[in-house]
């Protein structure tokens, strides 16, 4: 069983993360289904304080297969959605070519910025995303072709991964001239 580690995570100083991924073949081959569940172990177990430290894991709601060094089109993603006042559902995500087929004009940002575990640094500023999309994937989890609706902060977490598919780190996003810069119709989420 393939697992991974912090020893795993590809730093924002090594140029490949850069690089664009590649397309993964469908039905997944069995060297990347057990890629996809390693990513998904890694970040299930991050949020355990036990299991962190046991097997030296950071905190993480999302990680794409180039933070593993691993330059295909993979990524997972775990939220808790506010589905009502105090009350939250998990959603899960282990998805393979994820396209963005449609996205809202109007953006939203998370109110402290972003972080990555690829990312040492600290680099403040609002990260603008698109406040609702919709995302077409393969999914490891229903085992089929999957399109679905995201906005709020899930949307900022499939975003944030997908551009990692791309090359692009999240401080690419923030305005450098002004990195608190907003317009009056962004939504700031606390």
Partial sequence: MLTLNNEHIVKDTDPRLRNKSEPVPLPLSKEDREILEAMLRYVRRSTNPEWAQKENLSPAVGLAAPQVGIFKRMLIAIVDEEV????????????????????????CMLANGEACLSVDDVH????????????RAYDL???????????????????????????VLYYDHINPTDPWAKKEKDIVIE
């Fill in 141 to 167: 989890l229903t085992d089929k072709v999957v399109e679905f609706r995201v906005s709020g902060y899930t949307g900022i977490v499939l975003q944030h991964e997908i551009d990692h598919l791309n090359g």
């Fill in 84 to 107: 009502s006042e105090d009350n939250f559902v998990t959603r899960e995500f282990a998805l393979v070519n994820p396209k963005i087929v449609s996205h809202s004009e109007q953006r």
């Fill in 124 to 135: 403040e500023g609002f990260v603008p995303r698109h406040a609702r999309l919709k995302i």
